[in-house]
């Protein structure tokens, strides 16, 4: 099992095109539905940082970072999403003595949504060394056959318009 973000080995942070993005998300069978009026920076996130080994998008009107984070399926078949959620919140959840994380199994209707077999949405505030922002929301889900994706949108509004459409902005595309 590998880390398709893991293997391309960037020094910095590099700019790429909505196109890229595109296309890279389309090899695990992934379509996105970000909106096109909001004016957005996407990037590879650097290899040497605390981030999330993925895509990063930044809508400054917004005041929102968005990060994806693909993980190919196993080939063996064998796999632990919830393991590897765990981790990711363990890893980026702060952990102050008062730190709390909501976690909520996706139901039905939301797993259709996004034509996976598992996942879950996670509340937590993040670790200073993760993002500078006040909350982040962990979309993770999953498909034995396909990846398991996880979309941590970092923001300080909890308001914020986007957050009501994250099941529409990634999904895996319908058989």
């Known amino acids: 099992m590998s880390l398709f973000f893991v ?19 389309s090899k695990f069978d992934l379509t996105i539905n970000w909106p096109t009026e909001l004016k957005s920076k996407i990037k590879f996130t650097d290899n ?21 984070e693909v993980e190919e399926a196993d080939s063996s078949g064998i796999s632990f999403p919830n393991l590897k959620n765990g981790t990711r919140l363990s890893h980026y959840a702060g ?24 996942g879950t949405q996670a509340f937590f505030r993040p670790k200073k060394a993760f993002a500078d922002y006040q909350y982040c929301q962990l979309l993770s889900f999953f498909d034995s ?4 994706v ?26």
Request: hydrophobic content about 40%; proline content about 3%; charged content about 25%.
């Open 150 to 175: 996880f979309v941590y949108y970092l923001f300080d509004d909890t308001e914020n318009p986007l957050l009501e459409q994250s099941f529409s902005l990634i999904q895996f595309r319908s058989d």
């Open 145 to 148: 056959l396909k990846a398991q």
């Open 95 to 118: 952990n102050e003595g008062d730190s709390i994380i909501s976690l909520h199994a996706l139901g039905d209707d939301e797993l259709e949504q996004l034509n996976a077999e598992w």
């Open 48 to 68: 040497r940082s605390f981030l999330p080994k993925g895509i990063s998008l930044y809508y400054p009107s917004e005041k929102i970072k968005i990060i994806v």
């Open 7 to 25: 293997s391309f080995n960037f020094g910095y942070s590099q700019k790429i095109e909505q196109l890229d993005l595109i296309q890279y998300l």
